[in-house]
C-alpha cells in the first residue's frame, strides 16, 4: 500500500519523547496505541516541571515573598495559555480541576444540584464514558429528575432526529455530550448540538478529553456552557484538567468544595466566596501540574492543532485501510473523514484481552476492555475490544507493524 505523505517530521517529534527512545521487554521498540487513554510527555514537559521544583517551588496566593510570587505567576500564566489555547474569553472561565472525571462531577454537584429537580431531564448519550453517566445516575437518585440518552445509528454517529425529538420536550435542562467518542471516535456535530440545546433553552456540557488534544478547539465558536478535559491526554501531566464554564453561568453557581483560597471572608457564622475561578479551587492546588499542562499546550501550539489533526486523520485512514486487510477484524465506529484517531476492534474468535497481551509481547501497547464505556459495547453487542488510539507521535510503520503483527496474533489464538 503506497505510505500517504504526512504535515511534519514525525522523527522530529518522537526525539521530544524520551519514553519512545527506549526498548520494550527489553529489546523491541516500543509502539506506543493507547492514547486515548494517556499521552507521553515530551521534555519540554518533563524539564519544565522538574526545573520548577528545584527552582521555583512555593505555595500559590499566599505568600508575600519572591518565591511564591513566581509560583503563582507560572501557575496563573499556565492558566491564561489554556485561555488562549481554546478561545475562551476570560481566565475566570478556566478552573483547575484533576480531569474531566471532576469536571463534569463539579457540573453535576454545583449546577446540577441548584437547577435540576423533579420532571427535568438530562440528556446523556449512549456512547458516553461512564464519567458523563453515573455523576448524572447519582445526581438523578437524590434530586428525582430523568437521565435520558440519545441513540446511536448503525454507522456509530448519534442519531440526530432523535436528539431533536427528544428536545420537544421541553423538559431537557442539559445536553451532556461527548466531543469525540473514546470508542467508536465520532466527532459529534457540538456547534448544531448546542444551537438545538439553546433553542429550547437547555444548557451543554461538552466532553472533550478525546478532542483538546487532538483538534482544533473554540469554545466561543461552539457556543457550548461546560467544557471540561484532562491534561494527561494531551501531553501534560496526571492529576490536572481543565473546567471551561461560560462566566454567567459559573457566577451562579454554587461553590464545589469548601476550604481554603475558595473563600472571600469566613467568620464563626458563615462565609463569603472568592471570584472565579478561584470559587472552585478549595485547597492548596495542583502547582506543577497546571504549569506542565500549560508547557504541554506550548508544545502542542508550536506544532499547531491544524497540523495535528491533519496527521492523525491522515493515520486513521491508513489504520482503517490497513487493518481491512486482516480477515475476521471488525472495527467499530463511522469512517475515517468523522473520526478521531481511535479503532477499536474485535477478531473473530479471539479475546480483545488476549489480542491485547499478544500485540504487547511484541512491544505493541492497545487498550483492550469496554474503556469505561459498558453501556456501549452492550449496545455493539460485544464484552470487551481491543483499541489502538494513535497520536502526533505515531507513525503509518507503526500502523504497518500493528496490521502485520495482527496476522501473528490470530495465528497464536485462532485454532
Ligand atoms: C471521552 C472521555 N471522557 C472522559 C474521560 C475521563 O478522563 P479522566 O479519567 O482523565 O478524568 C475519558 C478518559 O478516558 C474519556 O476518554
Not at 189 to 207: F, R, S, T, V, Y
Request: charged share 20%.
Amino acid at each position: 500500500m503506497n505510505k500517504p505523505t504526512l504535515p511534519y517530521d514525525v522523527e522530529a517529534i518522537r526525539a521530544d519523547f524520551p519514553i519512545l527512545q527506549q526498548a520494550h521487554h527489553d529489546d523491541v521498540p516500543l509502539v506506543f496505541l493507547d492514547n486515548a487513554a494517556s499521552s507521553q510527555k515530551p521534555n519540554l514537559v518533563i524539564d519544565g516541571m522538574t526545573n520548577y521544583y528545584r527552582t521555583s517551588h512555593a505555595n500559590v496566593h499566599r505568600g508575600i515573598y519572591q518565591l511564591s510570587e513566581q509560583a503563582t505567576q507560572l501557575y496563573e500564566d499556565a492558566r491564561k495559555k489554556v485561555r488562549d489555547f481554546i478561545h475562551a474569553s476570560s481566565h475566570r472561565e478556566i478552573i483547575y480541576t484533576r480531569g474531566t472525571t471532576e469536571g463534569i462531577n463539579l457540573v453535576a454537584m454545583t449546577w446540577g444540584r441548584k437547577n435540576l429537580g423533579v420532571g427535568d431531564v438530562v440528556l446523556s448519550t449512549a456512547m458516553a464514558h461512564h464519567s458523563n453517566i453515573v455523576p448524572w445516575q447519582i445526581l438523578a437518585e437524590e434530586k428525582g429528575f430523568m437521565l435520558k440518552f440519545v441513540p446511536i445509528l448503525d454507522n456509530g454517529t448519534l442519531d440526530m432526529e432523535a436528539y431533536r425529538q427528544l428536545l420537544e420536550d421541553n423538559s431537557v435542562k442539559l445536553v451532556t455530550v461527548v466531543h469525540s467518542s473514546n470508542v467508536l471516535g465520532t466527532i459529534n456535530p457540538i456547534k448544531e448540538m448546542a444551537h438545538l440545546a439553546h433553542e429550547q433553552g437547555a444548557l451543554i456540557l461538552i466532553d472533550g478529553a478525546q478532542s483538546v488534544p487532538h483538534m482544533p478547539v473554540n469554545v466561543q465558536d461552539l457556543d457550548c456552557d461546560f467544557f471540561a478535559f484532562s491534561g494527561h491526554k494531551m501531553l501534560g501531566p496526571t492529576g490536572i484538567g481543565i473546567l471551561y464554564g461560560k462566566r454567567d453561568i459559573l457566577d451562579d453557581m454554587p461553590p464545589y468544595m469548601g476550604g481554603g483560597d475558595m473563600i472571600a471572608r469566613v467568620t464563626l457564622e458563615g462565609s463569603t466566596w472568592n471570584d472565579l475561578p478561584y470559587k472552585f479551587e478549595a485547597g492548596t492546588p495542583s502547582i506543577a501540574p497546571a504549569i506542565g499542562l500549560g508547557l504541554a499546550v506550548d508544545y502542542l501550539s508550536s506544532i499547531g492543532m491544524d497540523k495535528i489533526h491533519q496527521h492523525e486523520q491522515i493515520m486513521t485512514e491508513y489504520a482503517l485501510d490497513r487493518l481491512a486487510e486482516v480477515a475476521g477484524l471488525t472495527v467499530y465506529g463511522p469512517p475515517s473523514t468523522q473520526k478521531g484517531a481511535v479503532a477499536a476492534f474485535t477478531i473473530n474468535g479471539a479475546h480483545a484481552h488476549d489480542v491485547a497481551q499478544v500485540l504487547d509481547s511484541y512491544g505493541i501497547a492497545v487498550r483492550a476492555g469496554h474503556h469505561c464505556a459498558m453501556p456501549l459495547h452492550q449496545l455493539l453487542n460485544v464484552n470487551a475490544t481491543a483499541r489502538a488510539s494513535f497520536y502526533l507521535y505515531n507513525t503509518l510503520e507503526e500502523i504497518d507493524m500493528l496490521a502485520e503483527t495482527l496476522e501473528k496474533v490470530k495465528d497464536k489464538l485462532i485454532f
